[in-house]
């Protein structure tokens, strides 16, 4: 695992100058000396199956979505020889690809996490915000109130998410591979637990 630098997001697009480590990512090399990304904590749009480490390689994420990994440099660095692996998106094959995040292929150990844990508990980017995000795997669909056409797209390249649920400060939002759009919204703390529970079945007593 090591650290990764995350860019802050402004009305959901990731702007500006990538921030301190603040999140993680595994990094797995397989017999063949192949090496993947794996990243199951970023929320909706992290990437749905693990990305190749090769720069530029580019898959299909929810959606028109695609994803891909970056050989190349933060703009602030000094030190061009540095490089870094940067994760970049688009949404769709006539949109510009821009930067989520950037991470090198230093081992981080305990030690390192705890530092980062310790900081982003009360110095986070996103310090005051609930999210909760859940993936929709094809057959799943059941209580969701689907559009003509929503979730019947069956596998595509074995992966079978088709859509996501996400639960952001005061509403639900649901991405079906398409727009997103508010579903429920609430505003007292009995309403957001309740919401936990009907959406994402988390009950907190």
Known sequence: MTGVRNRERINGIPQGEFKGWSHIVNIVQ????????????FGGDGPMRPLQLV???????????EVRLIYGNM????????????????NGPTYEWNSFYSFGELEFFQDDFEVINRFTSWDTLHKGNTWVVKFIRYGETEGLPLLDGEGTE???????????????NNVVKLNMGGK?????????????????????????E
């Not at 017999?31 to 199951?40: R, T, V």
């Not at 703009?75 to 688009?90: A, F």
């Open 75 to 90: 703009p602030k660095q000094s030190r061009p020889e540095q490089k870094l692996w940067i994760y970049q998106y688009r």
């Open 30 to 41: 397989l017999p063949s000396g192949e090496k993947y990304h794996l990243d199951a904590a």
């Open 180 to 204: 997103t759009r508010v579903i429920d919204s609430f505003q007292s703390e009995d309403e957001k637990l309740c919401a936990l529970k009907k959406w994402f079945s988390i009950t907190i």
């Open 55 to 65: 720069s530029g390689y580019t898959i299909q994420n929810l959606g028109t979505q």
């Open 154 to 168: 069956g596998l595509t390249e074995g992966i079978s998410i088709v859509g996501k649920i996400m639960f952001v």
